[in-house]
């Protein structure tokens, strides 16, 4: 599992396809990553998305599954 301290602030987060699912507003807890209302993809909402989904962090955060697939499947609470 990815650690929770190497994911930070406004990093693209993308599907495993490369597709942008959103960006990073800051970690909620150590299992959760919250997304930023304010991104051209989250309709006014803060989305959640569980850190067990993180395949690997560089530059941006790499999700396990297509990005359709992670905007199918967050939670917005």
Do not use: C, N, Y
């Not at 490369?18 to 299992?31: F, I, L, P, R, S």
């Not at 690997?56 to 992670?70: I, N």
């Amino acid at each position: 599992m990815v650690a929770a301290i190497s994911i930070k602030e406004h990093m693209e987060v993308v599907g495993a396809d490369g597709v942008h699912v959103g960006k990073v507003d800051h970690m909620d807890g150590q299992d959760k990553v919250k997304l930023t209302e304010s991104d051209k993809d989250a309709e006014g909402e803060h989305h959640f998305i569980p850190l067990a989904w993180v395949d690997h962090v560089d530059s941006k955060v790499h999700l396990k599954q297509a990005g359709a697939e992670a905007r199918a499947r967050w939670k917005t609470h």
